[in-house]
């Protein structure tokens, strides 16, 4: 377990595998493709069995081995290991036999799946020399990085677009995290991060440390098979903003199969978006292996991203599992919000909404058979986008402190039930 690089290889360029030393990059220097940690899975399968993972402690963590830190994490102990819950409400409503919801709407400690990423990034930053942390981010990193930073004392500066919602502005400020609101959408918040991140030595989490950061989300499918009892789920719906959580969580079904902690079986992974900000299930559907960029336009801000990072290789995930995609208007993500809260008691912001609004056109239109059983990833907390619902969930009745008012009320219902 003490090698210098804990079991970390080196950085691989996913285009023409050249390798890179471990270091704070994330593009090849030769075709500038995407960088992505390699490991030695030999010595991984010698440390890492199922009993070994079940007697540890239950966090993200037990699958330390597979989670691009050299020495202990530093950062984020806590995180993960969400609850699995068996929707069978949920999958009543929706017409199919069997579905779990993976609730990262109340992972450790902000409330989103992106504790998951920063805890890596942040844990390999400070192994890397960095005391400044910083990211690009649609609300929920930012978040992250604001509670993770001041948490480990490191210094952070958080990019958002200044029109997010109030939640995710006042989840920032409220850790004394530079908070900076960039007059312009997400995509031109990451541009301008990328020039920053070229000039100032800061550890930018989805920038320069991106590969690691991104290994974070892996933890999420290594729970789902584990909470399972040790499976591959046969569909996955995931939400996609840049499409590296999708990604990752087909390279963590697929690391466990290789190193034998489940049997290799057929399953699909799903993309969900939001019909307002669609690039990669536009070209899913048009069958294209290439995104058209957008100007996004939704209430799923968390998800408005309109030229994805990953999008590329979202799209060809989706074809090797023979996964489908689809989206959802904003309507159809309210809808997905209430489906879900009304049937599971469980909030999540407008991501989940789309993920569950996504899953419904799925299964009816049989892309996910009835007879099957699906994962759906929801992963955000619903306090933090109060403002897409506000108006649109009902409103309280409200009568004097008066038992004879509120048996008024009471018998008026009775009534209306008795009629349906
Ligand atoms: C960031 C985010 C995602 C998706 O992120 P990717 O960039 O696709 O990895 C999904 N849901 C929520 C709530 C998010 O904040
Ligand atoms: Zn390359």
């Known amino acids: 377990m003490q090698q210098t690089n804990g079991f970390m290889k080196a950085l691989k360029c996913r285009e023409c595998a050249r390798e890179y030393p471990l270091g704070a990059t994330h593009v090849c220097e030769y075709d500038f493709g995407p960088l992505e940690v390699v490991y030695d899975y030999a010595s991984i399968s010698q440390s890492l069995t199922r009993s070994a993972i079940e007697s540890r402690p239950k966090t993200m963590w037990r699958y330390r081995e597979l989670l691009p830190v050299a020495k202990e994490p530093t950062v984020g102990f806590q995180v993960g290991y969400t609850p699995l819950v068996k929707a069978d409400r949920l999958a009543k409503r929706l017409g199919i036999r069997e579905l779990w919801i993976k609730n990262d709407t109340v992972n450790y400690p902000t409330l989103s799946f992106k504790d998951r990423v920063v805890s890596v990034a942040l844990s390999r930053a400070r192994e890397l020399g960095f005391t400044t942390v910083a990211c690009a981010s649609t609300g929920n990193l930012a978040n992250s990085v604001a509670a993770n930073a001041a948490a480990a004392g490191l210094r952070a500066y958080v990019f958002i677009p200044a029109d997010l919602e109030q939640g995710k502005i006042v989840n920032s400020l409220v850790y004394g995290a530079e ?109 294209l292996d290439f995104f058209k960029p957008v100007k996004p336009n939704t209430i799923a801000k968390s998800l408005a991203i309109g ?25 159809e993500i309210r809808e997905g919000i209430r489906l879900l809260a009304e049937c599971e008691g469980i909030f999540a912001e407008t991501a989940g909404g789309v993920t569950v609004g996504v899953a419904k056109k799925l299964i009816a239109s049989g892309k996910i058979p009835a007879k099957d059983s699906a994962v759906l990833c929801v992963t955000g907390n619903g306090l933090k986008t109060l403002d897409a619902v506000v108006g649109h969930v009902g409103a309280t009745r409200e009568i004097r402190p008066s038992l004879r008012e509120f048996e008024t009320l009471l018998s008026a219902d009775q009534a209306t039930a008795a009629k349906a």
């Open 179 to 287: 908070v900076i609101g960039i007059k312009g959408h997400y995509d031109e918040v990451n541009r301008l991060c990328a020039e920053i991140a070229g000039k100032y030595g800061w550890a930018f989490v989805n920038v320069n440390m991106r590969p690691y950061y991104a290994e974070g989300s892996k933890s999420m499918g290594f729970e789902i098979m584990e909470q399972l009892g040790w499976k591959i789920p046969r569909h996955t719906v995931v939400c996609m903003a840049s499409g590296s959580l999708l990604t990752k969580i087909h390279k963590s079904y697929q690391e466990f199969t290789k190193l034998g902690l489940v049997d290799s079986t057929d399953y699909k992974i799903h993309g969900a978006q939001a019909t307002g900000c669609n690039p990669i299930t536009a070209a899913q559907k048009a069958g």
């Open 307 to 331: 030229t994805p990072a990953d999008g590329f290789y979202a799209l060809k995930v989706m074809k090797e599992t023979g996964g489908a995609s689809e989206d959802v208007t904003d309507d």
